[in-house]
C-alpha cells in the first residue's frame, strides 16, 4: 500500500473514492498439497465437449461476435423468451458493473444486504453512486424488510443476492415476491443467483418463474463460473427486459466476450445431464459438510451454494490461518466468518478435524 508521501508525489489526479477503494481481493493460491478452497471454483474438469469446442474457436486473429449472438439464442430458447432479452459480458461480475453504471450516478443508492458479494460496495462507487449496506440477520439472510424500509426516492439499483455469497441460505420465493411488491417500478431489481444450480430448498425463488413473471424492472443473473466450472473463460449472463439489457450493452467494453468462452459456454449448455451429475454430488457433499460441521458445535447457516459459512466473529482471521496451516486455503472476512467452498472429497475429513479444533 502507499505512503501518504507517494500519493502526494504523484501528478496524475485520481478521483478520490477511487484512490480510496481497496482493490478486487482475490482468494489465496494453493501450494502443491493444500486444497483452494477460497473462491467457490468447481473441483471438476470442464464439461465434456468444452475443450473441444474451445479447441475450434481458431480465428484470434478476428473480433469475437460482439453480442454473443449463438449464445444468447440458446439461453433465450431454453429460457422461452426472445434473444434480446438475454445479455452476455465476460463473467456477471461485469454485468453487475453495467448495470450500476446503466441506472446509478452521482447522489443515487445502491441497495444490497451485507455481508454478500464483495464487488457490491465497490461497484457502487466506481459508478459514483452511494453503497446503502443493510445488515442480514443473524442467521445470514437476507433482512428483505429492513431492505424495503431502506430504499429512499434515491434508490435505483437493488442487489439480492441468493443464495447469499458468503453466507449461504437463499431468498424464499415468497420473500422475493413480496419484497418486489415493495420495491417502486422504477427502481432496478437484480438477483444475482450466481449460485442457482446448487439450490435444493424447495421454497428458494427460482429465476426461471421470476423471469416468467416478466416484470420490466427485475433482472436475474447468472453465470458460468460456478457450476459450469468455466470461471477461467469468464462468461456470465443477465435475462429481463430488453430495454435496461440495451443500457447495460451500452455501458459494456466492447468485445469482452472471447469467442473461446462463447464456445466454452454453448458446449457447456449440451452437456445438462454431466451438470446435474455434478451439482448433484457437490450439493451432497456441501450438505454432509454443513452437517459434520454442526456436529462439532459451528452454527453454520443454511448452506445452498457451492459453500458453508463459519460466523467465526472476531476470531476469522485466526480461524483460517488454522485452516492454512492445515493445507485448506479457505476466505476469512475479517471480524465476520470464514467461507469454505465445498470442493475435492478429500478435503471434507481436513475441513471437520481444523474446525473441530478451532471451535
Ligand atoms: N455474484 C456472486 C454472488 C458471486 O459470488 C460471484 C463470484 N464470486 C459473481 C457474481 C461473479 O461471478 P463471475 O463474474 O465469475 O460470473
Known amino acids: 500500500s502507499e505512503t501518504p508521501d507517494e500519493t502526494a508525489a504523484f501528478p496524475v489526479r485520481v478521483r ?84 450500476a453504471q446503466a441506472t446509478s450516478g452521482p447522489g443515487d443508492e445502491i441497495l444490497f444486504s451485507w455481508r454478500s458479494f464483495e464487488a457490491y ?37 437493488v442487489i439480492v443476492c441468493t443464495p447469499n455469497n458468503p453466507t449461504g441460505p ?30 435444493t430448498d424447495p421454497d428458494a425463488v427460482r429465476g426461471e418463474d421470476v423471469i416468467a413473471e416478466g416484470r420490466p424492472n427485475v433482472v436475474v443473473l447468472r453465470t458460468f463460473s460456478k457450476a459450469y466450472g468455466l470461471a477461467g473463460l469468464r462468461v456470465g449472463y443477465a435475462v429481463g427486459h430488453s430495454r435496461i439489457l440495451d443500457a447495460a450493452r451500452t455501458t459494456g467494453i466492447p468485445l469482452s466476450v472471447t469467442a473461446a468462452a462463447e464456445e466454452a459456454a454453448l458446449a457447456s449448455l449440451d452437456a445438462e445431464d454431466a451438470l446435474r451429475e455434478r451439482v448433484a454430488v457437490i450439493a451432497e457433499r456441501r450438505d454432509r459438510l454443513a452437517e459434520r460441521l454442526r456436529e462439532t458445535g459451528w452454527d453454520v447457516p443454511a448452506a445452498q451454494g457451492n459453500f ?6 472476531n476470531r476469522a482471521l485466526a480461524v483460517a490461518a488454522a485452516f492454512e496451516a492445515a493445507g485448506i486455503i479457505v476466505r476469512p472476512f475479517d471480524g465476520d466468518g470464514v467461507r469454505i467452498s465445498v470442493g475435492e472429497a478429500e478435503a471434507v475429513e481436513r475441513i471437520v478435524e481444523v474446525a473441530r479444533a478451532a471451535r
Open 308 to 313: 458453508v459459512w463459519l460466523p467465526a466473529g
Open 121 to 157: 460496495p465497490g461497484l457502487a462507487t466506481v459508478a459514483g453512486a452511494t453503497a446503502v449496506p443493510v445488515p442480514n440477520r443473524g442467521d445470514g439472510t437476507h433482512d428483505l424488510d429492513a431492505m424495503a424500509a431502506a430504499i429512499t426516492e434515491r434508490t435505483r439499483l
Open 170 to 199: 437463499v431468498v424464499t420465493q415468497e420473500a422475493f415476491d413480496a419484497f418486489v411488491a415493495a420495491v417502486p417500478s422504477d427502481v432496478l431489481v437484480v438477483l444475482d443467483e450466481a449460485y442457482a444450480e446448487f439450490v
Open 16 to 99: 478520490p473514492e477511487i484512490a480510496g477503494l481497496p482493490p478486487y481481493r482475490q482468494g489465496k493460491q494453493a501450494g502443491a498439497d493444500a486444497f483452494k478452497l477460497s473462491s467457490n471454483e468447481n473441483p471438476f474438469d470442464p464439461l465434456p465437449g468444452v475443450v473441444a469446442a474451445v479447441q475450434s474457436a481458431t480465428s484470434f486473429n478476428r473480433y469475437p461476435d460482439a453480442l454473443a449472438t449463438r449464445l444468447r439464442s440458446r439461453l433465450a430458447d431454453r429460457f422461452g423468451i426472445t434473444p434480446d432479452a438475454v445479455h452476455i459480458a465476460a463473467g456477471s461480475v461485469s454485468i453487475l458493473y453495467q448495470l
